[in-house]
C-alpha cells in the first residue's frame, strides 16, 4: 500500500508539493491579516498537514534538508495545535511519548 502512495506521489510530486507551499502560503497570509483574532487551531492543523506533505515529498526526492526542515515544521505544529487545544502538560508528555513510541515502532 505504502509503495502504492509513494508511486501516486512522485508521479505528481510537481503538483503535490505546489499545493503543499499553496497551503502553507495561506496559512502564514491568514495568520498575517487576522493576528489575535487568527482561527489557531484551523491554522496550526493546517500549517501541519503541507508540512506532511512537503516533508513527505522531499523524503521522495531524497532532499535532507528539506525533508529536516519540514519534519522540523511537524513538531512545531503538534506542539502548536497542543498549545491551542489547552491540553494539560502531563497530558501532552504522555501524547508526545506515544507519538514518539509509535515513530520507533516504524522504524524497528
Known sequence: MINRLNSFVFEYIRFIEMLGVLMRIFSFSLVSWLGPESPFMFVWA???????????????????????????????????????????????????????????????
Open 46 to 108: 493546517f500549517n501541519t498537514t503541507d508540512a506532511v506533505i512537503l516533508s513527505w515529498c522531499s523524503i521522495l526526492k531524497k532532499d535532507n534538508a528539506y525533508t529536516l526542515l519540514n519534519v522540523f515544521w511537524i513538531m512545531v505544529g503538534v506542539v502548536g495545535m497542543v498549545r491551542a487545544s489547552q491540553i494539560s502538560v502531563i497530558d501532552f508528555k504522555s501524547a508526545w511519548l506515544h507519538l514518539i513510541t509509535q515513530v520507533m515502532a516504524l522504524f524497528s
